[in-house]
């Protein structure tokens, strides 16, 4: 590691990688994308909770919310749909530099601009060190390292660990030295904590190292994935044991039953009981949108220097074992996608964990047309290879940072912005003790910025908002707010299928009725820079004794 930071190469790649990571590193949370919602709620929401409560108060699990009334009752749900580690590392960014977007975003901008190295290191290895350099922009500039590497979530994180950890499992075959198999475990075992994702990787190492044990005629390659099986299944009953002791072990079967029931993936849009299914297939269709994810993700001239890179990885002269373990570290990615296809048909960024395995395929596509201007040009132009070598990656650099651009022009609405800004949003969201409920839309994006609770709750109803004032109003304080936040403007978004807008105008009307009779609500209305009208509404509830002599009058 330390020759590899003697490169200068490696220099100017984390100055430009993090130069182009820091652009809009201050802007507001976008609407429209992934690093938005994952900033503002998947991961800001957990992450502002762990930095407010604190690691003891909240046992080390990552909090949704925590609803703690005056009569010492506390409700709260806890976030365990994936490991705590990096909602942890979140937590801490949160608690540095407080609930800023450019404090929660220095720690992907950090892990990206250090997965270029370790993407390096790993291409270097496998196809030398010039198509080592051009795998590196990848990292860099395509989307797949720019736009998910920028995301608050594992993806890039897995992929770089997991470089890491395959280049310590090559070194382990060909030195047999212990203290690569202990950097081996300690790699892959930082990436399993980090994601179940991770753990695709298992059997990739168990595969290869089966066939070098039956190639060597011993049974001493086996020895690394033993071990690892080993480490994932400690790292498995740490997390198991870990959240049980917290929550109860009867509610995290009960949680861990509820995630198999949906493991296809499957997307709920839910309303006042109004809920639709959109369960993908794996037909060709599917596969033509993940196709063009894959494209865009890598850029196009990436994706066809890659077609040739693995053309020429099936030809090399290289030893057979690395080449197999390089394309069998493609496959987590495809698997990771065909597992949840209901989740991979929108989150198309879930190849990314295999992207040492494209990126390096990318890198021999170019070392092989570097070679080849070499072979044909010959003394006619000595430098015939480095052109072309340049060529490719100013291909790849140009399509990654126009892509990026035009990402950032899409998303760039400032909708969160106007919101936030507007005067009664800004008293609420700086109430310690407000609790904030609702059910979809940017009301979801609202966890990052309040100092108070938002429970979200997409099976909002009249009937469930009856039952909160029973078992939550009535225990708070007099003088405590407690609201639903609507965003009505939520029907028409984009993102919402066509098929399910009926349903869900009708299922919203039929909540804003309900919460009428507790009063006129605040109601928000802009139109953000990108043309959208938004619109909402703040409803607020009886509270304490208010709650308790409540009496809706008919309608």
Known sequence: MR???????????????LAVRLIGVDDPWSSRIWEGEFGAYATGGPATN?????????????????????????????????????????????????????????????????????????????????????????????????????????????????????????????????????HLCLWYGLACALDWPAFFFGPVIALHALGVARSTHTWRPLLAPAILFGVSV???????????????????????????????????????????????????????????GFVVGITPPGFVLGLLGLVLAALSRRPRREIGLLLLAGLPGLVYVAAFPGRSANHLFFFTISLASYATLVGMGAEGLARGAQVLLGDIARRAGTVVALACSAAIVVAGLQQHLELRAVSADDAL???????????????????????????????????????????????VIGGLRVRWLTQLADERRAVVFLDEGSVHHPSLPESHREAFAAALDALIVGLERFGEPHVIEFTDSLGMEHRFSVHELPTGEAARSFSPSPR
């Open 3 to 17: 020759r590899l930071f003697a490169d200068p190469f490696v220099w100017l790649l984390l100055v430009v990688a």
């Open 417 to 463: 912005g106007q919101l936030t800004a507007d005067p009664y949003m800004v008293d609420l969201l700086a109430d310690e003790q407000a609790l904030i409920v609702t059910p979809a839309g940017l009301g979801a994006w609202l966890p990052f910025y309040a100092r108070g609770q938002v429970v979200l709750m997409p099976d909002l109803s009249p009937v």
């Open 234 to 292: 400690a790292i498995l009953a740490a997390i198991w044991v870990h959240f049980g002791s917290v929550v109860g072990f009867d509610v995290l079967s009960a949680r861990f039953d509820q995630a198999l029931g949906s493991a296809d993936g499957s997307d709920m849009l839910a309303l006042a009981g109004s809920d639709v299914a959109v369960k993908p297939q794996l037909n060709a269709a599917f596969w033509s949108v993940q196709l063009h």
């Open 50 to 182: 762990l930095a407010q409560f604190g690691f003891l108060s909240t046992g080390g699990v990552p909090l949704e919310w925590r609803v703690v009334t005056e009569g010492g009752g506390v409700f709260e749900q806890h976030y365990l749909n994936h490991p705590p580690t990096y909602m942890w590392l979140a937590g801490l960014f949160v608690w540095l530099f407080g609930a800023v977007e450019w404090g929660l975003r220095l720690l992907p901008i950090l892990t990206s601009t250090l997965a270029c190295v370790a993407g390096y290191a790993f291409a270097r290895r496998f196809a030398g060190v010039r198509a080592g350099r051009v795998a590196a922009l990848v990292w860099a500039f395509a989307p797949y390292g720019l736009r998910d590497g920028l995301q608050l979530w594992t993806e890039v994180p897995i992929a770089a660990t997991m470089a890491l950890a395959l280049l310590c499992y090559v070194r382990w075959l060909e030195r047999r030295e212990r203290r690569d198999l202990v």
